[in-house]
């Protein structure tokens, strides 16, 4: 390994792990076998970060050995202390891999109920006007400093105004209560996360300013908003620039006038030249109103003009002339710094808040609410809002329930019913939705969704990036910036078809639960154009190369496992039409015979089986030339293996991968690892033709078709759907009918170099596998154990 020292004590760098603290415990310490002799706790790849988790290390471990040297503790305690640091270290390091750690996301605050928010909106309702409505008729929401800059060390501010885009007083009440929580929430933040420890005051900025984008108007940015970095994204890409890491400077200070303008103020007094100076503090404009935007621009133009004011003040005798190049200098380097930024207006006079009134009785409340539903929207609007400004109306608490948390009822719903048993289903399903609520808004009322909202989530659903939660740089970005940034790949239609069906079964799940009428979803479509079949099924020729694969030709046994499977999924695939799943999860029981028919009872007869619907259950009689090449041969090998238990899977060396189903691992085998791996197709000189091993289920149909044979016996055998009156009675077609008509089926490929004998006495010459993944031969384990002190540590510290 090789190393190179940090100036950081106990931290170390290697080329192939990184950052290390390696520390090694006092030789009078290690008394007894269950303590470790040293200590090697990786640090992740950025050195900043490193370093600042060594430091964090260095002073735990200080203290810890001090404490034991001074009270004599043994070594059970020094065991159960090193477990709490290491759980304690690996929860820091997982936090440090996002960017802003443990602090919740705006999506996933949209989601909650905000009572927090909506306690702390009726607190300052009592106390001052929180919202009132701009010259377009939008609500703005004002956030008066009631020591929330102090809280979250970010610079002192008077007064913010935040344009929320919308007339609806319910929506508005919304978003300034999700505001408000959002406080709360970086009150609660532990500073955890890498961008902290880069540039801790720009990280809370913009840690703020992703809620306030979330629901505030979108706006276009300045020329200078262009070159700051104003968002997360924009900050992670800039790790060479040091930015002021505090709010608070002895030489010179943020201050916000009475008209909302913010500027910076220099403080001669403090700096002792006030003296040479005109006068005594000089107040620099910053040209905003914007408390996020004064932020960003101190952090980022204090650094310099903290150089230039400690230069001229480290001088024993300064020069007036100098002095006055000085400020000119300061006021040259704040021209530079503004350019682009056009002059902020000031903020409006606040409306005095309402006085409380005695609404008006519930029922006039209603008559007054349907009048208004004859007048055109606008003036509606307003009616409404003067209602509720005189006290007349009773401003609602929430307006209806939120798209957020409807799609939060319908998860729970599904979980609840176990309709999304399948690892992967789940996980997919609950990604799309998350998108829907990023795109459909989380603070929407279900109410107020339209049928032209849904045509907008539908055409913006086009521009989704493809494998976003997979992509490190789209992950964590706004989804609005995304597209704005544009230089990605959108969903294929087909997939985008997935998630109009998911919007359209949150809002049929709406009406189902009583919260909506009608879904506006209702007659809005989408249809994906479908992939050529010539894009899909194999050719004869390619059929040909796949059945005349390594698999099928070997003389000699190859380097890698000669595993069953295989051999047979390729035939199987071709000649039964089974989906890959399908096969890749039976079991021996499942090969079974009735009336002298040999065939596959594709079931869900063990609770780890998954099927796609309830028609792929379906029993499939095996192919004349599966037959010829030996299947029941290696059933019966099998069954013998296993020792007859008929619940043991048919194919080996297939193990269980977490969130995935059976054929995850089969799938990789035929189609390659994405890298540099090209699978067995490629193997068979159909790397770049694009086949897939669903290509062979559609090869299938496609042959059916070609021949002229019984298609609704096709849809028996691949399990689709008989959408016909007649297709819902009796258990489908006898045995001997699928049979007769399946072995017509005839790809024209010859297949009498394949059988399964040839293929078992290839694995004979093989030498077993000591203990790999997909091995069924395992070799006992000779060479000693590796201690490992982890294990030694308290069942009740390892819990936490």
Request: one cysteine or more; aromatic letters at 8%.
């Amino acid at each position: 390994m090789s190393q190179r020292t940090i100036r950081t004590p106990h931290m170390i760098f290697s080329r192939e792990r990184g950052f290390l603290y390696v520390r090694s415990l006092p030789k009078a310490l290690l008394t007894d076998d269950r303590l470790p002799k040293q200590v090697r706790w990786p640090l992740g790849q950025n050195h900043e970060i490193a370093r600042d988790v060594a430091r964090q290390l260095n002073d735990a471990f200080d203290d810890l050995l001090q404490l034991i040297a001074e009270r004599r503790l043994g070594a059970d305690y020094l065991l159960q202390s090193l477990g709490q640091l290491y759980l304690q270290h690996q929860r820091v390091m997982q936090d440090m891999r996002l960017p802003l750690g443990s602090l919740i996301t705006p999506n996933e605050l949209a989601k909650g109920a905000l009572e927090l928010g909506y306690e702390r909106l009726a607190d300052l309702e009592a106390l001052s006007t929180v919202l009132y409505a701009d010259a377009q008729g939008d609500y703005v929401f004002v956030l008066l400093d009631r020591g929330y800059a102090e809280r979250l060390e970010m610079l002192p501010f008077e007064r913010y105004d935040v344009s929320l885009g919308t007339p609806d007083l319910a929506t508005a009440r919304w978003k300034a209560a999700y505001l408000l929580d959002a406080l709360e929430q970086l009150k609660r933040w532990t500073r955890d996360g890498y961008l902290h420890v880069l540039h801790p005051l720009l990280t809370r900025t913009l840690a703020w300013e992703q809620f306030v984008r979330f629901v505030a108007k979108p706006r276009e940015e300045s020329l200078l908003e262009q070159r700051l970095p104003t968002s997360l994204t924009q900050l992670e890409a800039l790790p060479g620039l040091k930015y002021l890491a505090s709010p608070q400077s002895e030489l010179f200070r943020i201050h916000q006038g009475s008209d909302g303008g913010y500027s910076l103020r220099l403080d001669f007094h403090r700096m002792g030249v006030a003296h040479l100076t005109p006068v005594g503090v000089l107040d620099l404009e910053l040209q905003t109103t914007d408390w996020i935007l004064a932020n960003l621009l101190f952090a980022v133009i204090a650094p310099d003009l903290l150089s230039f004011l400690t230069a001229i003040i480290a001088q024993e005798d300064i020069d007036p002339a100098a002095l006055l190049k000085l400020l000119d200098q300061i006021h040259q380097l704040l021209e530079d710094y503004l350019k682009g930024l056009p002059k902020a207006n000031g903020l409006p006079e606040l409306p005095p808040p309402s006085a409380p009134q005695a609404t008006l009785p519930a029922q006039t409340q209603s008559v007054l609410q349907a009048l208004s539903g004859l007048l055109p929207e606008t003036q509606a609007i307003a009616l409404n809002r003067a209602l509720v400004q005189s006290g007349a109306f009773a401003p609602p608490a929430s307006g209806g329930l939120r798209y957020a948390a409807l799609v939060e009822r319908f998860k729970q719903h599904h979980e609840v019913s176990r309709t999304w048993t399948n690892a992967d289903t789940r996980i997919q399903n609950l990604a799309r939705l998350d998108a829907l609520v990023e795109i459909v808004g989380p603070g929407v009322a279900i109410e107020q969704i339209t049928r032209a909202d849904v045509v907008r989530v539908r055409d913006a659903l086009r521009l989704y990036p493809k494998g976003r939660n997979k992509t490190p740089g789209l992950r964590q970005k706004p989804l609005a910036q995304i597209m704005t940034e544009g230089g990605y790949d959108p969903i294929h239609p087909r997939t985008l078809k997935r998630y109009f069906a998911m919007l359209k079964g949150t809002l049929d799940f709406a009406v189902d639960q009583g919260l909506l009428e009608q879904s506006p979803a209702q007659s809005v479509q989408y249809k994906a154009q479908a992939a050529g079949r010539s894009n899909r099924s194999y050719t004869r020729e390619q059929l040909r190369l796949l059945l005349s694969g390594p698999v099928y030709t070997l003389e000699a046994p190859p380097r890698w496992r000669l595993h069953d499977y295989k051999f047979w999924l390729p035939l199987l695939g071709a000649y039964q039409g089974a989906r890959l799943n399908e096969l890749c999860q039976l079991r021996v029981g499942d090969v079974r015979q009735e009336a002298g028919i040999w065939y596959l009872s594709l079931n869900t007869e063990q609770a780890e089986k998954r099927l796609k619907n309830s028609s792929s259950e379906r029993d499939v009689p095996l192919h004349r030339q599966v037959l010829a090449a030996g299947f029941l041969e290696f059933v019966e090998q099998r069954r013998q293996a296993v020792g007859g238990d008929r619940q043991a899977m048919l194919f080996d060396g297939l193990p269980p991968v977490r969130n995935k189903l059976p054929g995850a691992t089969a799938s990789k085998w035929f189609l390659g690892n994405g890298t540099n791996y090209g699978g067995y197709v490629q193997a068979c000189g159909l790397g770049e033709q694009g086949r897939t091993f669903h290509g062979l289920r559609h090869s299938f149909i496609a042959q059916f078709r070609a021949q002229k044979l019984d298609m609704q016996i096709a849809k028996a055998l691949v399990g689709h759907t008989d959408h016909s009156v007649t297709g819902h009675y009796g258990r489908g077609y006898p045995l001997e009918v699928l049979q007769e008509e399946l072995d017509r089926l005839d790809h024209g490929v010859s297949l009498e170099h394949i059988h399964y004998r040839h293929y078992l006495a290839l694995q004979a010459h093989q030498a077993p596998t000591q203990g790999g993944p997909t091995s069924t031969v395992r070799r006992p384990v000779t060479k000693t154990q590796k201690r490992n002190w982890r294990r030694f540590i308290p069942l009740s510290v390892a819990a936490r």
